[in-house]
């Protein structure tokens, strides 16, 4: 199923030449099948379950002995489905190919089908598509394979049929010694259900998707009753490639964008046959991804939040396509159902705490297309564009400068995940990075200057495994790629300030990144992430020693958050307003997490705010001598000594929570009873344990209560049924807001969760001079 709802074919079919009898696995191919057939009986396999992680989704099966086995044990099979997530190999992140084993155990035969259909290659039913069978020979290590070809015969580049690409070919992949055919769907699984194979041989009249709907199909036996093992298994591999992925107004103008693994693998068949002998590799590093992730949300969350954050992370993944080359690699993002934006700033900002947890490079490759293209003087606003084209895949602009109006929201978002961007390349150790990723290299020769600061042409090898990934960042190099990024563009984030300057404390009538939820004026949340924005400024300006603007902009920021903190608290002081006017409302501050994750709150989260050295000696002066000139810092820049938003926001928030939680979670705000799930998860990192253990079971809940047959929704209701409010939001990549407890874990040096602390009453009672170091 695609995730609009809409079907893609995709069929597994069982067969025990044995009894003739014949199980349905996925997809629906018994609707193709006779009940009561002559040469073939159609049963059904016993269901055992699905097992997942981050890249991996297990199903499993079972399937009785026949009566000539009396005694044995079923067989099991187990389709296993493998999308890596890579963080140390950018590399084979790009490649847009899955993998299918099939496993089977037991001690008697059994033969498995498995055929796609032209739904994979358009959205339309009608379209006509073309075909072919490829042959490759060994290459190395990889074996000998088979390979499906299809796509429309006459593409239509950049355009979607409800959301569904129509370009691009379907790449589907087995071992050369399995049987192949093509054919009309019902001819084909009935053959197979007769006679467990298939013939070997191509239909060659092209026509529409569904007119007598033509099907690509491998079939494999696997005779298990004589064998020594009583397993084994079949590798296939999916891959759709698209050349070109976009068309991106760039500052060299409207350019057809090419797949980022074509610099490594000029022809499409060089790239299939790496994957696929590349199987080894890719499930050791996605693994290696996996179980860290287990661990650290385990550490962080429960086992709920283990598999929240496994099922959201593929889900942020599937949203982008990489794309440039090794000097100017690029990613870009699609706004998924909401309604198909490209490269849209308020849905990357949610996202941003995946893929600083991940892999910051990534994250770096999105925001690089929106810089360039507003440098490049095609975006008229003074504020920053909303996106990069009303639908994906065409970033073409919006030279009218009329995108969706929400400067506030995009100034603060760019500005805040410019500078985590920043802290994500600037840590002095190993134990000290953003991304425990950051840290693997596979090349340590350094001499490689690049002119871009975030470049690929430098991969190396780890552990035996080629195509990894540099270092990204630490250390004086870090601060070094990190003002080489920010030099050029050192204009348009003080641009965006300026904006901020002059209408965050008090914006105007505007939308926020909630745009389904209406206009509205004086947002408190909204402010308080202009403000943030510009007190995220005045670090970017100190890193590159600017102290005029690092100094106005801090004095900006600074007044702007004691103003903001009489506009925005209720009179009652219990918790923040929707908006200023607006008595009685509520909202969730989420803003609050960029003030945590920036390391804005350095009274428990910088290494700056441990005294001196203890001394021997009692000093003649009760008050420590300060040094002549500050010290230097791993950050490049001054260290913040005072907490920027005071602790008693952070409780009132977390108390007033705590008070308003519903069945299934936090809702948005006091208008209504939904909640969405990315900005709960920013709030809750934010809170008390108690309260952010209270938000995670609460949407656990409504994971395991609620019945859909959609991807991972981040708009629900909170009550009720839990079901989805109009707009429907399915399958959008703001889910990378669910990392948001585990990347606050490992920011700030590693200290962001101890930040924490005074939440659950550890540091006392806040006083005069609150927030001083």
């Known amino acids: 199923m695609f995730w609009t709802g809409s079907e893609v074919g995709f069929s597994v079919l069982a067969s025990l030449p044995d009894t003739s009898q014949v199980y349905p696995l996925l997809g629906r191919p018994q609707d193709s099948l006779q009940s009561e057939a002559d040469d073939y009986t159609l049963s059904y396999p016993i269901y055992k379950g699905a097992k997942y992680d981050a890249s991996t989704t297990n199903l499993t099966y079972s399937l009785p002995p026949p009566k000539t086995f009396s005694g044995a044990d079923s067989l099991e099979i187990t389709l296993s489905f493998l999308s890596p997530v890579t963080p140390t190999s950018t590399l084979r992140q790009s490649i847009p190919a899955a993998y299918l084993t099939v496993y089977v155990e037991g001690s008697f035969d059994v033969n498995i089908y498995i055929d796609v259909n032209g739904q994979w290659v358009s959205g339309n039913r009608t379209s006509v598509i073309e075909w072919d069978l490829t042959q490759q020979e060994a290459v190395g290590t990889t074996k000998p394979l088979k390979t499906w070809k299809v796509k429309r015969q006459s593409e239509e580049l950049f355009a979607e049929t409800l959301d569904q690409a129509e370009w691009g070919q379907l790449h589907f992949t087995g071992p050369a010694d399995v049987h192949h055919e093509s054919g009309t769907s019902a001819l084909l699984r009935q053959r197979f259900s007769r006679t467990g194979t298939l013939q070997n041989e191509i239909d060659g009249s092209f026509r529409r998707i569904m007119d007598e709907e033509p099907v690509f199909a491998f079939s494999k036996a696997f005779n298990l009753a004589n064998s020594s093992t009583k397993s084994a298994s079949a590798l296939f ?25 074509k610099t490594w693998f000029p022809e499409d068949d060089n790239v299939v046959q790496f994957h696929y002998g590349d199987f080894q590799n890719a499930n050791i590093l996605a693994s290696n991804y996996s179980e860290q992730l287990r661990i650290d949300a385990y550490k962080s969350g429960s086992t709920n939040y283990v598999d929240i954050v496994a099922l959201s992370a593929r889900q942020a993944m599937g949203a982008t396509s990489f794309s440039g080359t090794e ?43 929106l810089i360039e293209h507003q440098l490049s003087g095609q975006y008229p606003n003074k504020y920053s564009m909303h996106d990069l084209g009303a639908h994906f895949p065409n970033l073409t602009g919006h030279a009218d400068g009329r995108d969706e109006y929400m400067p506030v929201e995009e100034c603060g978002d760019m500005l805040i995940m410019g500078l985590a961007l920043v802290n994500s390349l600037t840590y002095s150790d190993d134990a000290e990075a953003g991304s425990i990723w950051s840290t693997v290299e596979g090349n340590k020769d ?9 470049a690929m042409n430098n991969l190396g090898t780890h552990e035996g495994i080629e195509f990894i990934d540099e270092r990204w ?22 641009q965006w300030t300026g904006y901020l300057v002059e209408d965050s404390l008090e914006p105007h009538n505007q939308l926020s ?12 949340n909204l402010a308080l992430k202009g403000i943030v924005g510009i007190k995220a400024f005045s670090e970017i300006a100190d890193l590159l020693d600017r102290p005029g603007d690092a100094e106005h902009y801090r004095n900006i920021s600074e007044t702007y958050i004691s103003k903001w903190q009489d506009f925005a608290v209720s009179r009652d002081g219990t918790h923040t307003k929707l908006a200023y006017n607006w008595y009685g409302s509520w909202t969730t501050l989420y803003s609050l ?88 998860f920013e709030a809750a990192a ?10 995670l079971d609460r949407v656990a809940l409504w994971l395991n209560d609620t019945v859909t ?29 669910h990392f948001a407890f585990l990347t606050l874990e490992r920011a700030c040096g590693g200290r962001g969760g101890e930040g924490r602390a005074f939440l659950e009453g550890e540091d006392g009672e806040e006083g005069e001079g609150e927030g001083e170091v």
Request: aromatic share 14%; glycine share 6%; charged share 20%.
């Open 237 to 261: 591999t999916i891959t759709h490639i698209q050349d070109p992925v976009v068309q991106y107004a760039s500052a060299r103008g409207l350019t057809y964008m090419r797949p980022l693994w």
């Open 327 to 369: 000097e100017n690699p690029l990613l870009f993002l699609k706004e998924i159902s909401s309604n198909g934006n490209s490269q849209t700033v308020d849905v990357i900002f949610p996202a941003f705490p995946f893929f600083l947890y991940t892999n910051p490079k990534w994250l770096a490759y999105l925001l690089e297309p």
């Open 446 to 454: 350094y001499s490689i200057q690049n002119e871009k600061p975030f």
């Open 473 to 494: 960042g630490g250390g004086a190099k870090g601060v070094d790629q990190a003002r080489k990024w920010l030099d050029g563009s050192y204009d348009l984030w003080k």
């Open 513 to 524: 990144t909630d745009d389904f939820a209406g206009w509205l004026a004086l947002q408190t």
């Open 593 to 680: 997490y960029a003030d945590a994750v920036l390391c804005f709150h350095p009274s428990l989260t910088n290494e700056s705010s441990s005294t001196l050295p203890p001394s021997s000696f009692a000093p003649s002066n009760p008050q420590p001598q300060k040094p002549l000139a500050p010290r230097t810092h791993p950050s490049g820049r001054n260290p913040i000594t005072k907490n920027f938003i005071p602790h008693h926001i952070y409780t009132l928030q977390s108390d007033w929570y705590a008070t308003v939680m519903q069945k299934y979670g936090l809702p948005l705000d006091s208008r209504h009873l939904y909640a969405k799930s990315d900005w709960e």
């Open 686 to 695: 934010v809170a008390s344990k108690a309260v952010r253990s209270d938000i």
């Open 709 to 737: 047959d959609r991807p991972f929704t981040d708009l629900y209701v909170t009550e009720g049924d839990g079901g989805f409010p109009n707009p429907y939001f399915f399958a959008r990549p703001v889910v990378g807001a």
